[in-house]
Structures are given as structure tokens and as C-alpha cells.
């Protein structure tokens, strides 16, 4: 084995930790790059949707443009948009311009699939399944090391502005270690669904936009009207203009086929539920309760540290059984599992957020569920799509869980900032926060009875648990996921 291609595990770690850790570093800091800026709340929150609506768009993309130039090259022009970005956002004090950047971050999404792609053509298959669960862990290693350096970079009131300098540095680091990997031909022809993406992206944009500034436009306002008006149209114009293509961006199928709606339906909320419970709890322990009656007057620091990273390390015990239980249990019981708990992390806290204790075992009962969730729908799809469609329907997946996210930052930002109370700094009321949790309870019972309700009968399939954790990685990146073997 060369020495490039005995790179291409360690690689493929770092790039992905660099994905999650630049989901997760801003997450912390809305509030300060609000004031910073002088910008309104609903304003602010777009440095976080913004990156989410754009990775929603480039991943299938990117994961596309891998299979037909190859992996290596593709990952170089990515990680060239991320460092581009970065510089912009560590540069600037213009929102415009700090979208901008954070947009051209969100490139930064579809290294996970590349990373994946790139892992299955260099390594030998007795190798492959230990390397891709070694790859998958680093989403939640890369999570938590982005909450702890934004704690530890903004301890004293530190300038936001350092985040980004980091993510350069980080981003120059991934780019000269994908430089040393082996040069591989891209293994597809065809080309790529421009329109398609276009179409889409424009959608989603006219989708979240007047959801987030609907309380500054007026509901009933033409701009919000408008805007959703046009949104169905230009995503209805998306399904059809994807049902003439030959190589579509998102199969018209995927969205019809009944259990795939319905997990797809189930990654909107999971995505939903993972951004809501990690921007509301944010924003609830930064609160100060001497001026609002609640909350904790947390630091940026222990707002990352001590509230939002239990839930996301936890990631590195709940992933592993996870797939536990999907191969004990089935991959419909345990999406219903996993509704059912975050249903139980959103009542809690609902009902409880008086107390530290409190808040940490709410927001970890919602990410763990989410962490289940995410484990059972790749073995979902495979049990009800042929073998040549499981890409499609993961790639579609992807999307949907992305959506969800952008819907779940787009509805806290909505509930926060509505009628806030009166004062030099206006601060959103514990009803509000009431108000999202026990929505996210409702929504997780809906997705309870759904899925268990709607979904077949499940196929008498037995999993291992070395099958699942290979297909729910290989289903997050959006890639092919190997048929059920025929005597199953």
C-alpha cells in the first residue's frame, strides 16, 4: 500500500471533523455577531440558514461532480470555496458579504460524501466498514471541538471574527492534505443538473425567507404572501422540469413512493428537531435572569461547553447503539423510538428549564434522538427502494434533512423575536421558548403515529450491526448502499 493511499483514512477524518466543526462554530455566537453588526435577530440567525439552505443544494452536487471528474479534484475545489469564504467572513463586518462567505462554507457539506466515495475506491473491504465508522465519528467529534473553541475563543467577550481566521487556518490545513492523496478518474458520464439545482435552491430560498422575517414583514404582508406563493410554484416548476431529465438532481420517484415520503418526512423533523433544541437552548441559557425571570446568563463559553456539548458528544455513545438497535428492533421501531424520545426531550423541556440539570437532559434526550433517527432511515430506504436507487434516495434524504434544519432555525428566530420584552435590548419571553419546545413535542407525536401508522409492514430483514453502521454512513453521505444480500 503506498503512502498516499495509507493517507486516505486520516484525510477523510480531518475533512469531515472540519465539516461539523463549521456547522457548530457560529451556533454560540448569533447573538454577539447581532450586535456586532447591528442587525436585527431574524437578520442575524441567516449566517446559520443561509449555510444550511446552500449545503442542501451543493451536496448532491458536489457528490455528483465526484462521481464524474473524481473525488480528489472536486475535494480541492471545495475546500478552495471554504477557504475563500472563510477569509471573507474573517474579513468583513458587512452582513451581505458574511453570507456570502458563510454560503461559500457551506460547500464544506458535501467533503463527507466525497470523503466516503474516496475511502470505498482506496481501501480494501475488510478495511472499509471499521474505516467509515472511524469517518463517521468525527461529525461528532467535529461538533463538539467546534463548541469548545467557540467557549474558548469568545471566554472574555472575544471578536467572532477569530472563528473564522480559525476556519482558514483549519481549511488550509484539510486543502494540503487532500492535495497528497492518489489521483483517480472519475467512475460516471453524464453531466450535471444546473437547472435543477437552480431551481431548488431558489425555492428553498423563497420557502425559509418569509418564514424568518415574517414578524418584521407582517404575515399577512404582500412580501410574505409573495413570497410563499412563489416558492410553490417554483418548486412545483422543480418536480416537473426533474421528471425530463435523465440524470435529475432529485428522482421524481423519491417523492411519491409512500415510505419514502414518509422518511423523508421523518429527516424533516429530525433536522428540525437537532437545530430548534440547539438554537433555542442557546439562546434560553444566555438569557439574563435578572432582567427576564428566567434563564441563566451563560457565558458564550458555557453555553458551548457545559449546555450544547453533552448532546453533541454524546454523539460518540448514542451513534453505535443506534445501529444496535436498528439490527435488534428494526429500522421502523426505531424511528418510532426515536420520536417518541425526542418527544420526551421537548416536554421536558417545556415543562422544566429552571435548572441546569434540566436543560442538559432535554436538550441530550432530543439529540440522542436524533442520533437514532439518523441510524434507522438509510436501512429504511434500502428495505423499499431497489439496489441501483439507494444513492437517489439517500441523496434526496440528505436534502430533506437539511430543509428541516433551515425550517427548525427559521422557526425559533420566528418565536424568539415576536413581542419581545420592552427594554434597551430586547429579550423574547419564557412563553416563547414554551412555545417552541412544545411545538417540537407535537411534532415529534405526529412523527410517532406517522411512521408507525403509514410505513409497511416491515420485510422479515436481519441486520447486523456491522450492516447498519455501514449503511448509515453510507446513507447520511448520500451514496449507494450495498443490496440485502439475496438469502436474507
Not at 62 to 69: A, E, H
Not at 232 to 248: D, G, I, K, Y
Request: one cysteine or more; hydrophobic letters at 55%; aromatic letters at 6%.
Amino acid at each position: 500500500m503506498s503512502l498516499r493511499t495509507r493517507l486516505a483514512l486520516p484525510v477523510a477524518c480531518y475533512v469531515v471533523l472540519l465539516v461539523s466543526a463549521l456547522q457548530t462554530l457560529v451556533v454560540p455566537v448569533v447573538a454577539d455577531i447581532q450586535r456586532h453588526l447591528g442587525v436585527s435577530a431574524s437578520s442575524a440567525s441567516w449566517v446559520v440558514t443561509a449555510n444550511l439552505l446552500a449545503a442542501a443544494v451543493f451536496t448532491p452536487m458536489l457528490g455528483r461532480l465526484g462521481d464524474l471528474y473524481g473525488r480528489r479534484p472536486v475535494m480541492l475545489g471545495v475546500l478552495a470555496v471554504v477557504l475563500l469564504g472563510s477569509v471573507l467572513a474573517a474579513t468583513t463586518s458587512s452582513l451581505p458579504l458574511l453570507l456570502a462567505g458563510r454560503v461559500a462554507q457551506a460547500a464544506s457539506f458535501g467533503l463527507f460524501p466525497l470523503a466516503i466515495g474516496m475511502l470505498r475506491e482506496e481501501l480494501p473491504a475488510p478495511r472499509l466498514t471499521g474505516a467509515m465508522a472511524v469517518v463517521s465519528g468525527m461529525l461528532s467529534v467535529g461538533a463538539g471541538f467546534g463548541l469548545v473553541v467557540t467557549g474558548l475563543l469568545m471566554r472574555h467577550g472575544g471578536d467572532y471574527h477569530q472563528l473564522f481566521w480559525l476556519s482558514t487556518a483549519l481549511t488550509a490545513i484539510g486543502l494540503a492534505g487532500v492535495w497528497l492523496l492518489p489521483r483517480r478518474a472519475g467512475a460516471a458520464t453524464g453531466r450535471l443538473d444546473w437547472t435543477g439545482a437552480v431551481l431548488l435552491g431558489l425555492g428553498l430560498v423563497l420557502l425559509i425567507l418569509p418564514l424568518e422575517e415574517g414578524n418584521g414583514w407582517g404575515w399577512g404582508s404582500p412580501r410574505v404572501i409573495g413570497s410563499l406563493v412563489a416558492a410553490v410554484v417554483v418548486l412545483a416548476a422543480f418536480v416537473l422540469f426533474e421528471r425530463r431529465v435523465t440524470h435529475p438532481l432529485v428522482s421524481p420517484r423519491m417523492l411519491r413512493h409512500r415510505p419514502i415520503v414518509v422518511a423523508n418526512a421523518a429527516g424533516l423533523f429530525l433536522g428540525f428537531a437537532m437545530f430548534a433544541v440547539f438554537l433555542a437552548t442557546s439562546a434560553l441559557v444566555q438569557t439574563p435572569p435578572a432582567v427576564a425571570g428566567y434563564g441563566f446568563g451563560a457565558s458564550v463559553l458555557a453555553a458551548s461547553l457545559v449546555y450544547l456539548l453533552p448532546g453533541t458528544a454524546g454523539g460518540v455513545i448514542t451513534a453505535p447503539l443506534g445501529g444496535r438497535l436498528v439490527a435488534r428492533f428494526g429500522a421502523k421501531a426505531t424511528l418510532v423510538i426515536a420520536a417518541v424520545l425526542a418527544g420526551l426531550g421537548f416536554t421536558m423541556l417545556a415543562l422544566l428549564h429552571s435548572a441546569t440539570w434540566e436543560v442538559i437532559v432535554g436538550a441530550l434526550a432530543v439529540n440522542s434522538a436524533v442520533t437514532f433517527g439518523y441510524a434507522a432511515l438509510p436501512a429504511l430506504l434500502i428495505a423499499n427502494v431497489e439496489p441501483a436507487e439507494t444513492g437517489i434516495a439517500n441523496s434526496v434524504n440528505s436534502i430533506a434533512r437539511s430543509v428541516g434544519m433551515s425550517l427548525g432555525t427559521a422557526f425559533v428566530v420566528t418565536m424568539v423575536t415576536r413581542n419581545p420584552i420592552p427594554g434597551p435590548v430586547p429579550l423574547p419571553r419564557e412563553a416563547q421558548f414554551v412555545t417552541v419546545f412544545a411545538v417540537g413535542a407535537v411534532l415529534a407525536a405526529i412523527a410517532a403515529v406517522v411512521v408507525a401508522w403509514a410505513l409497511p409492514k416491515p420485510r422479515p430483514v436481519a441486520f447486523t450491526v456491522e450492516e447498519v453502521e455501514t449503511d448509515e454512513v453510507l446513507g447520511a453521505a448520500g451514496l449507494d448502499v450495498p443490496a440485502v444480500p439475496a438469502h436474507r
